[in-house]
């Protein structure tokens, strides 16, 4: 399976040990990802609303480069995933829409096609469980995980195609492949908060994220994981950063999916980039390194 | 299933949609974010029926930001009003009346002119460097002005127009 690689803006300008580990853990799994220069940002969904037309015509420009090297889009981000999937669905279904934009297009010299599929690599992965449990060497057994797969991953359903947007199981199974434990826990479907914090409203974010991570807290869980970048920054960064506000007498770190998956295949801390993150728990991680010896 | 891309177009759609809700109040016990705002100022149906109906400056109401797209609303509505398309499009009737949040405008002319919505830092840069990963190549400008140009995005992103 090969794949163009889109990295979207916030990993590689943002969280490059999350680019570093899902280069090395993907490839691991018949996963072969193609770099393509000339990938802007999606864009990013939220903004663009404002400017449907605009989003279209950037989004269609990412995916034509896709389409001239006849690769489908393999994408790290659900924000990404959100905006790529529904502005190739939209243009493949509607023909005026993509005659539009393809004027638009005209002077770059690409033209959208509609040939190309998109995908998160967790859409990639959970077709075939199996594959992912061939190659773990390490079950991480015993580690209680909060799954969060986040809310542009799941919505909307017909144009996603991942999972059931009230009653998400896929990340669930996927971690269960690992050897770890997924918890039950309220607030799973609820947004990380992220978003709010760039339009004024961190208090509001803040609130968000101290309500899920109560309820991760409530169910015993070691750590949550998620497959977005920007709910990793909430639940890392953003907590670091609430947690005062929040009054927190505990920390939930969070772990990227590819991070964990990293684990499980024999990488260490360090080589999975846990070391870097900004909430850290060492009760957490003597249990991973003891799993790892 | 189609996805109905450009829902601003259908003014009259809008309206007759938003006569039938009920309001039942579902929307509002599954949007996650109604229920974390300070005052409840977010509130899903209170903010299209009102706009779409009663007001003449709905665009203008800065509640429509807060909504980040979850499709909680859309998903648990009874009669499939999908109160998120009705806030998206007044996000787009904001755009033409001058009223954009002030970050959308700087994210949009953000990814305009560098090709990404977040710069490259010396930090990041140097995190790379450490982890063995390659410069991140940037997208062709001409491109994306190309883009911006064709749609008057630029220009339509100026405040006060009305």
Known sequence: MRYALFLGCFIPMRLPHLEAVSRRVLPQLGVELTDIDGFSCCPEPVGFLTDKITGLAIAARNICLAEETGLDILTLCNGCTYTLRQANQILKQDSALREKVND???????????????????????????????????????????????????????????????????????????????????????????????YDDRESANRLLGEKLGAMHAAASDCSTVICPQCFYQFDTGQMLAARELKLDYRVPTIYYLQLLGLAIGLNLDEAGVKLHRVRDPALEEKLGRLAA | MAIKAVYRDDEGGRSGAAEICLKCGVCCNVAHSCHVMNDHKFNPRYTFVYDCLTSEKGASNPNIWLCVSCHKCEETCPYEVSPVHFIESLKGDALDAGWVHQTIRAEVNQIITTGFAFPLTGATERQRQALNLRSVPLPPLTDLMKIAEKTHIAERLREDKQ
């Open chain 1, 104 to 198: 638009i297009l005209a002077e770059t010299g690409h033209k959208f096609k509609g040939t190309v599929d998109v995908r998160h690599y967790a859409q990639v992965l959970s077709r075939d469980i199996g594959r992912i449990k061939s190659i773990v060497k390490k079950p991480l057994t015993g580690i209680r995980v909060a799954c969060h797969p986040g809310c542009h991953i799941l919505s909307p359903p017909e144009a996603m195609g991942f999972d059931d947007p009230l009653n998400p199981t896929v990340l669930d199974s996927m971690v269960e492949t690992l050897g770890a434990t997924p918890v039950d826990w309220d607030k799973k479907t609820g947004c990380c908060g992220w978003t709010l914090t760039n």
